[in-house]
Each structure stands twice: as structure tokens, then as C-alpha cells.
């Protein structure tokens, strides 16, 4: 009897400490879920908003920014834009490519009626790696009052390394056309490209700057003339702002400001 009364005893205390263990379970699963939720919720609320600008630095008399804006809405004499060589639907695919809401490539293309696939898909503009082409926007379409597209080649063996030519061209297609500001929006995200955004970021402001003092070398020494240049605007979208303005501004802080 003893014996029957122990056991009993035992197997009721084995249930109340299984019961415990169960709940303690439940609880900590329910924290890791709250705060997976205040977390997600933290990242939503730190996203940057449309607007939002931030000065990171000076060089050359030239200050770098950056904006949460789209290419099509930006107030600027000349909006720079990159796009891959042309596969089917490329931009609209979403995956990888950003959902049309938030994809800077597809807003170009609504507000030129479909041009920007038209030159692409035609092979009129086959979006070669450092190709470019100048588009006249017609009033009412873009913001901007002149778009530079520049190729990046083809999207299978894109490099990060490419973007550092492409800061140099169109420093010198801008200082060419006589503008002292211009906006670069890389678009890589938007064409599906899982690219590293502050490496992208620093090497087109490397590749700019560079550009321009060689020009400024030349003109030292009357071989060159151009409208001296004031501000470069790396347009971002609101996940990548940050990524963006933290990267460019720790570059140009190893630079000699002037």
C-alpha cells in the first residue's frame, strides 16, 4: 500500500513539473515571437521617408547628398540612371526586381509612355556596359531636365567595381552639358540585382571625383573648361538610405575636405 500511495505521489508530482515545463515553453516561445514583432515593427518605423535628404560631406567644392526620392520625381538639371543590357521584362519581374510601387526603373518607363523599354527591347539603346544615351524628357513627364541613361553590360557577370567607371562618365557627360548639379540614382535593386549598396554608393562618388579632378588638372593648364560642378544627389530608396548616407559619408571623411 505504501508502495501504491509513493507511486501515485510521485506521478502526480512528475505531471505538475511537466505541466510547469510545458508553460515555461509556451512563455519563452510567446517573448521570442513579441519581440521578433517589435523588432520588425522597430525596421519599419526607421525606414527613411520620401524626402528625407542628408548632407555627407564636401569635396572639391562639391557637396554629396543623398535623397529618398524616385529618378522620375527628382527637381534636378540632370537625372542619371543605369540599366542592364535587356532581357524580357527585366524590370517588371518582381522578384528579384522591386515591386512596381517602389521601383524607380518602372516609373521612368510610365511617365516616357514605355520608352525606356522601347529603346531597350529594340536594341536601340542596348544598355552595353558604360554605353550612354541623352533623353529631352517632354514637358510634364520626368522632373528633371535631362536624363542620362548609362549601360552596366550584362547582369550575369556584374561587378561593383563597374560603378566607379560609371561615376567617372557621367561627371564628364554633366560637366560637358554645362550643368552644376546632377542626381545619380544606380537602380540596381530595381532591375533585380542584389547588390552591396554602400560599396555601389562610395564607388560612384569615387569614381565622380575622380573624374573631376582630372578635369580640373586640365583646365590648370588650359586644356579644359567647364562650369565648375556644386552637388551630386545619390538618390535611395527608403530600406537604403541609411546603408547608403552611413558608407559615403565615411569615404568622403578620409577625404581632404575643401
Known sequence: ???????????????????????LHAIVVAAFILMGAATAIAQTEALAAPGTTAVLGKKDGITIA?????????????????????????????????????????HIDDVLKGMLT?????????????????????????????LLIIGLGDRKVFNPGLMTSVGRVEMREALRLGVSSYSHASDLKDAGIDSPTGTVAVNVIKGALNAYETEMFLKERSLSSFQPMVKITLLAGPAFFQ???????????????N
Open 1 to 23: 500500500m505504501n508502495y501504491a500511495i509513493s507511486t501515485t505521489r510521485n506521478s502526480g508530482t512528475n505531471a505538475v513539473a511537466g505541466l510547469q515545463q510545458t508553460l
Open 66 to 106: 543623398t535623397t529618398v526620392q524616385a529618378p522620375s520625381t527628382q527637381q534636378t538639371p540632370l537625372q542619371v540612371i543605369c540599366v542592364f543590357e535587356y532581357t524580357e521584362g527585366d524590370i517588371f519581374n518582381s522578384p528579384p526586381a522591386l515591386p512596381r510601387s517602389l521601383n524607380g526603373l518602372v
Open 118 to 146: 522601347e529603346l531597350r527591347k529594340s536594341g536601340r539603346f542596348e544598355g552595353r556596359a558604360l554605353e550612354t544615351i541623352l533623353i529631352t524628357p517632354p514637358a510634364g513627364s520626368i522632373a528633371a531636365e535631362k
Open 243 to 257: 546603408t547608403t548616407a552611413e558608407a559615403v559619408k565615411a569615404f568622403v571623411g578620409t577625404l581632404k575636405s
